[in-house]
Each structure stands twice: as C-alpha cells, then as structure tokens.
C-alpha cells in the first residue's frame, strides 16, 4: 500500500535517484523480459543505487581517496580487481593504462599466437561438426 501511495502521489521518483524510464529501458533489452511490473522496476532502481553506493563507499575507503578527500577512478578499478564481491566488474572498471603499452601487450599477443575467446568459440564449433 505504501509502494502505490507513492506512485500516486507521485513521490517515487523522490525515492530513487536513478531515472526510472532509463532502467526499463535497460530492462527491456534483455530478450527474456516481456513486461516489467512498476514495484519491481522502482525496487530494481533502488537495488542498483544501493549498489553503486556500496561500491563508492567500499572504493573511497580502501583506496586513496582518503588522502586526497576524493573517489578516483583509480579507487573503482582497484576495488574490482581485488575485493571479490566486485571482481565481475573487472572488465567494466578495467585499470588505466598508457595506449602505447596496450598496442605492445596486442603485438605480444599477436607474436606469441595466443588464442583469443572469440576464436577458441569458432574451433569448439567446427569440433562439433566434424564429430
């Protein structure tokens, strides 16, 4: 009841800080998503500000942000490299490093033959072909 006085009085967009229209959006490009309930959309919305909170606050304390009275990108990419509950965010938050090392580490690559993710996908299909 609280939920839908809310959505009447037009009070819920007070409650999230997010734009709800944005994460339907977001929602709705997954293919198993058909419709979206509003109470589940406004929980979703809270969930993920929560979430970025908690990763600001965890990445501000454990990184250098202290001793500059800032958030850095630097505090993010290290908190998703090493705190666990964050690793997935690796290669969103991936660390900075200089275009001329990253051109060297793909020509490494390239010498080395190392196989890339993509291609490893191919050969596992032609596997399966010629089985």
Known sequence: AEMA???????ENRLVSLPLSRIRVIMKSSPEVSSINQDA??????ATELFVQY??????????????????YTDLSHTAEECETFQFLADILPKKILASKYLKMLEKEKRDGEVREGDDEGKEEEDEDEA
């Open 55 to 72: 990763l600001a606050t965890y990445s501000y304390k454990h990184g250098r942000g202290k001793e500059k009275n800032a958030l850095t």
């Open 41 to 46: 959309l406004f929980l979703t919305a809270k």
């Open 5 to 11: 006085a809310a959505r009447l009085s037009g009070t």
